[in-house]
């Protein structure tokens, strides 16, 4: 979340960003609901001292007159602290649900923009795949060369399901230890997660793990949730606590499953591998201190384009506009794969990264204790290494040859132990 203080003396900027990101938050309500909880405090405070007065009052000698009176001014008192407390809850309630709405401010060059088609290409590194055959869609591919099952998937469980058979097995968790090994060269502390995590964690990361238009599965009558990304159990790790300065910055690569609803995604851009419930995902998160956050966000978009530039998958870099980032984002790169069977070849989103700055430290008070001795905010920044179901799309349609065959991206042949996938003989 934004600091109050902030809110209250940039009231306008805070508007406009709003309005920047299409969001339906509204500042002055979360100031005004500020002003009367502070209020309600206040009356509450002097309410209580009243009452204490009251109290030490009357264990002084008085007339039987007096006394009665400080009786019914203490049965008024507490009727009115009672009705106090459970304005001041319902106010802090009120105010906390609307304060959490208020979304991150945006990066000053972040493209003004309400949709994907908005955001602005700043790098390409590789040029579309040309083929001089008709090139398959990776669903084709998956289904000529046995390696992925979705009919299968769908009758066992449901829609947006899949296997992996055969290479893909093989082809997935070779992706998933080359980005291990590239992330452990740069200094990242290796980390398997819980796909599980508290309802409250979530809500600190910036999820929305509640109602329709919420992409999380929740467990029944746990308050847990399954997490979408490793960003979540990462960002989690140190909730609650005061980092030492010299610890910072703090590197993690976590792999986790990751389990996203994907309500209201349908069509051709969601076919196959590239919208599903469920994943494998190897994901970057680094606490550090507020004056670093800018140089580290470039330090993980260079390593996303390491992992992809040395696989051989064509791909462009995006500026995120401002109404394609999720409220905890400061700014965000974006990295689209050249995809040939994606509309007869368009760009996909592969990985993303995003600078957090310390909206979401705040929600989960992770704080470093500075020279000063003062504990302030840490910044928060995560991103994708390898999404593995959409790195798997981007490799077998570009990687196809006229034979039906898919050729292993030189990279990943000493992790696959085979340089080619063959159709199936039938």
């Known amino acids: 979340m934004l600091d109050i203080r902030f809110i209250k003396e940039n009231l306008e900027a805070v508007r406009q960003n709003i309005r920047n990101r299409y969001m339906n938050a509204d500042a002055d309500l979360v100031v005004s609901l500020y002003d009367r909880r502070n209020a ?23 007339s039987a007159e007096d006394r009665a009176a400080r009786i019914e001014e203490g049965k008024r008192l507490k009727e009115t602290i009672a009705r106090l407390e459970t304005e001041l809850q319902e106010a802090e309630a009120s105010f906390a649900v609307e304060m959490a709405k208020i979304p991150n401010m945006a990066h000053p060059d972040a493209p003004r923009g309400k949709e994907d088609k908005d955001n602005l290409e700043v790098k390409r590194v590789g040029s ?3 083929f001089d055959f008709p090139p398959k869609d990776h669903v084709e591919l998956g289904q000529s060369l046995d390696i992925i099952d979705f009919d299968t998937a769908t009758r066992v469980s449901g829609t947006k399901f899949y296997y992996l058979k055969n290479e893909a097995v093989i082809l997935e968790l070779a ?49 847990t949730c399954l997490i979408g990304t490793a960003e979540i159990t990462l ?9 030492d300065k010299s610890q910072l910055p703090i590197r993690y690569a976590g792999i986790s499953h990751c389990f996203r609803r994907e309500a209201g995604a349908a069509g051709q851009f969601s076919k196959g591998l590239y919208r599903v419930h469920q994943f494998t995902k190897v994901e970057m998160f680094v606490y550090c201190l507020p004056e670093d956050s800018g140089r580290i966000h470039e330090e993980l978009r260079a390593i996303e384009e390491e992992i992809f530039s040395s696989l051989g998958v064509p791909f462009r870099v995006v500026d995120t506009c401002t109404g394609d980032l999720g409220a905890p984002a400061y700014r965000k790169w974006d990295l689209e794969a050249w995809m040939p069977g994606r509309n007869n ?23 470093y204790r500075d020279d000063d001795g003062k ?42 132990g085979f340089d080619v996938i063959r159709p199936r003989k039938k």
């Open 40 to 62: 309600l405090l206040r009356e509450l405070e002097d309410a209580r001292r009243l009452r204490n007065e009251n109290a030490q009052a009357m264990k002084s000698p008085m």
């Open 128 to 130: 579309p795949t040309q």
């Open 175 to 223: 992706l998933v230890r080359y980005a291990l090994d590239i992330l452990s060269r740069h200094g990242f502390t290796l980390m398997a997660t819980p796909d599980i995590a508290k309802t409250e964690i979530l809500e600190g990361i910036g999820f929305n793990p509640r109602g329709a238009e919420s992409n999380v599965y929740t467990l029944e009558g746990e308050d």
């Open 235 to 243: 960002g989690g790790y140190h909730s609650g606590t005061i980092l």
């Open 345 to 367: 070849g368009e760009w996909g989103e592969i990985t993303s990264t995003s600078n957090c700055t310390d909206y979401q430290a705040r929600r989960l008070n992770v704080r």
């Open 375 to 416: 504990n302030r905010f840490v910044h928060m920044l995560n991103g994708t290494a390898i999404a593995c179901s959409r790195a798997i799309i981007s490799i077998l349609e570009n990687f196809q040859q006229a034979d039906g065959s898919v050729r292993i991206p030189d990279a990943l042949v000493p992790y696959c």
